[in-house]
């Protein structure tokens, strides 16, 4: 679990969650879905340090059992991950009924 220091919020290791300054806490999520750790975390914490709301997942099961697909955001795949591509999760979305997962950005 994070923990809150004044306006901030320390990230936790151990969250897929990358988390931010209290005051944009609501706005929307980019969700990062990555195999390779080193990737995973260089992203993370560059669209964190530009401010924006990060959710890290180490793969598409991972993303597609934590059921974000409702909240509103931005899904970053990697496009080459083992067993179920990126371009497989987009498929699956929509598949699922989430017609809005039309556009991809390819990693």
């Known amino acids: 679990m994070a923990t809150h220091t004044d306006d901030a919020v320390t990230p936790d290791p151990e ?8 005051a944009i806490a609501d706005l929307p999520t980019i969700f990062l879905v990555d195999d390779d750790p080193a990737v995973r975390d260089a992203v993370s914490l560059l669209l964190w340090a530009s401010g924006l709301a990060v959710e890290a997942y180490p793969g ?27 371009l497989d999760v987009q498929k699956q979305l929509r598949a699922d009924g989430y017609p809005n997962c039309a556009k991809s950005l390819a990693l």
């Open 60 to 86: 598409p099961a991972d993303f597609l059992a934590a059921d974000t697909a409702r909240r509103p955001g931005c899904l970053v795949l990697d496009v080459r991950m083992p067993g179920m591509s990126g």
């Open 15 to 22: 969250s897929p969650t990358v988390a931010l300054p209290a």
